[in-house]
Every structure is written in structure tokens, then in C-alpha cells.
């Protein structure tokens, strides 16, 4: 897990490159949601009638196009890393530990006891 940066106002956190990448991996149902809110916002962009007052919404919906589209990108990168490094069994196993540690950091308890066992299995 990263470390988080406290000289700063903002979050952030350092990285290694493993952890960059595999933090850049979606599942599908996120995959999904990114891209119906990319679809939305571009969908407004294009539909929205050109006027001087419309400038400030359309800098407002290009920034969340280049946000998600910048979120899909940093995916398809991590996967393409971690097809020329580890198996698709690794990387699973490597997703389903960091899910159980947010999980323990998060709720305060291990997610492989009690009744949420099988959350992740």
C-alpha cells in the first residue's frame, strides 16, 4: 500500500510502480459506470447550443471527459503491464488481497471473518 504524502494540502500518495498499476485496475462494473459517465457527459457536450454562456459548462463537461477518459487510459495501461509480468490467477489474487486490506482498513475488521467470508471469494 502507498504512503500518503503529508507536506502537502491534498491527498496524494507515493507509489511504486506495481502499486500505481494494480490501483489502476478496474473491474467491470466500474469499467461500465466510467464509461456511461463519459457517454453522458460527451452527450451533453454535443448537445449543448452554442452561446457565450454556455462557455463555462462546456470547459466543465471537457474536463470530465479527459477525467474519465484519463481513468480508462491509466486501465488499459495497468493491464497491458500486468499482461507482460504476472498471470491473470496472480493478478487476481493480488486485487482480492488489496480489496480485503481497504476492507480491514476501512471497516476495522477482516473481511475473512464473520459473516462476509465469501464477499470476495
Known amino acids: 500500500m502507498g504512503t500518503l504524502n503529508t507536506d502537502s494540502p491534498f491527498i496524494s500518495y507515493t507509489l511504486t510502480e506495481e502499486e500505481k498499476y494494480l490501483g489502476s485496475i478496474l473491474q467491470q462494473g466500474q469499467k461500465e459506470v466510467i464509461h456511461n459517465l463519459l457517454f453522458s457527459a460527451a452527450c451533453q457536450k454535443i448537445n449543448l447550443p452554442w452561446t457565450p454562456e454556455n462557455l463555462q459548462i ?4 471537457q474536463g470530465k471527459i479527459r477525467a474519465y477518459q484519463g481513468i480508462l487510459d491509466a486501465h488499459a495501461e495497468a493491464e497491458e503491464y500486468f499482461k507482460s509480468t504476472i498471470t491473470t490467477e496472480e493478478l487476481k489474487e493480488q486485487q482480492l488481497s488489496q480489496l480485503r486490506s481497504d476492507y480491514t482498513n476501512i471497516f476495522g475488521s477482516d473481511i475473512g471473518n464473520g ?3 465469501d464477499s470476495f471469494n
Open 115 to 117: 459473516n462476509h467470508s
Open 58 to 61: 462546456e470547459a466543465e463537461l
